[in-house]
Nanobody, 124 residues
Framework: QVQLVESGGGLVQAGGSLRLSCAASGRTFKAYAMAWFRQAPGKEREFVTAIKWSGRSTYYADSVKGRFTISRDNAKNTVYLQMNSLRPEDTAVYYC?????????????????WGQGTQVTVSS
């Protein structure tokens, strides 16, 4: 069982930056692929980025490539999402997710555990 707790969300102006953190419980954190998804009002939850258990492979949605960076610190059981050049369309609740696999799923169904979400609001 893994519990995920996100933090770092907030209100920021367009062009600004935020760093989200996701702290995970459990001794086997390093065996999990980790990802960030987001859900805007009235829209489906969508994939943002994911990282392999080793941290050596990362994947991004086209909409965030070059602006967002995912990273992890297995010693701290934490995954991060650095978001730069934020846009109003990035406004959403951001969810951290974990999958007990050596692959890196990009679909919702691939993830076993979810955090409660943290709100990110980008004003124009």
């Amino acid at each position: 069982q893994v519990q995920l707790v996100e933090s770092g969300g907030g209100l920021v102006q367009a062009g600004g930056s935020l760093r989200l953190s996701c702290a995970a419980s459990g001794r086997t954190f390093k065996a999990y692929a980790m990802a960030w998804f987001r859900q805007a009002p009235g829209k489906e939850r969508e994939f943002v980025t994911a990282i392999k258990w080793s941290g050596r492979s990362t994947y991004y949605a086209d909409s965030v490539k070059g602006r967002f960076t995912i990273s992890r610190d297995n010693a701290k059981n934490t995954v991060y999402l650095q978001m730069n050049s934020l846009r109003p369309e990035d406004t959403a609740v951001y969810y951290c997710a974990a999958a007990q696999t050596f692959d890196v799923p990009t679909g919702l169904d691939g993830y076993d555990y979810w955090g409660q979400g943290t709100q990110v609001t980008v004003s124009s």
